[in-house]
């Protein structure tokens, strides 16, 4: 066998897995983001994602032609945690509140994969539905002087527990429990879990 074939079928038995792994690669990337369209309505509350300010989510599953809207980025953890969600979950995507002068206030075109993201959960910032709500972003210096003004704990998305979203205590509402607890007063109950078939 002369070199030049000899060089010529090296170069294809390196190329032929190199493009076998670049067609697996686009076989399993997740889909886009969906933009926001004014018929988006929130899978828990029904209502309009116009009608909260605030990060939302879309989750994006196996045999749907459209995303499950979230009206929260706490809503969508919340989809990935209750057992009786679907589960064949292609992607999820929350809002990226790195750019944002106010959190409350996003640019609802920006988004970020949800497990990429950081996340300053706890911190004194509420939601759009008024309740605790972890903020997404997309750059982690970010994350940490939101944290530094705003108070809370930078989490990445597996680290955040079920009671931080299903049963989630304001810092205002927590100061208010212990006091209560020092003077002989039960615990308080609620969360975002009796929504969603929970037992607080």
């Not at 929260?72 to 969600?85: C, G, I, Y």
């Not at 750059?139 to 079920?162: Q, S």
Request: aromatic letters at 6%; proline letters at 8%.
């Amino acid at each position: 066998m002369n070199t030049s074939l000899r060089a010529t079928l090296l170069a294809v038995g390196l190329l032929l897995p190199l493009s076998a792994c670049q067609q697996q690669k686009a076989e399993t990337a997740p889909p886009p983001p969906v933009a926001i369209t004014a018929d988006a309505i929130g899978h828990y509350c029904g209502m309009n994602l116009a009608d909260h300010p605030g990060p939302k989510g879309q989750i994006l599953v196996g045999g749907r032609d459209r995303p499950v809207w979230l009206s929260s980025v706490r809503d969508t953890f919340a989809f990935t945690m209750l057992p009786e969600e679907e589960k064949d979950v292609r992607a999820i995507y929350v809002t990226d509140v790195t750019q944002a002068a106010n959190p409350r206030k996003p640019d609802l075109t920006v988004w970020i994969e949800a497990r990429k993201a950081w996340y300053v959960v706890g911190s004194r910032q509420r939601g759009g539905m008024g309740e605790a709500e972890p903020f997404p972003f997309g750059d982690e210096a970010a994350a940490r002087r939101f944290a530094a003004d705003n108070g809370g704990t930078i989490k990445r998305f597996a680290e955040v527990t079920e009671d931080e979203i299903l049963h989630p205590t304001l810092p205002s509402e927590q100061t208010a429990a212990d006091e209560s607890t020092e003077h002989g007063g039960g615990n308080r109950g609620g969360g975002h879990g009796a929504g969603h078939g929970e037992t607080p």
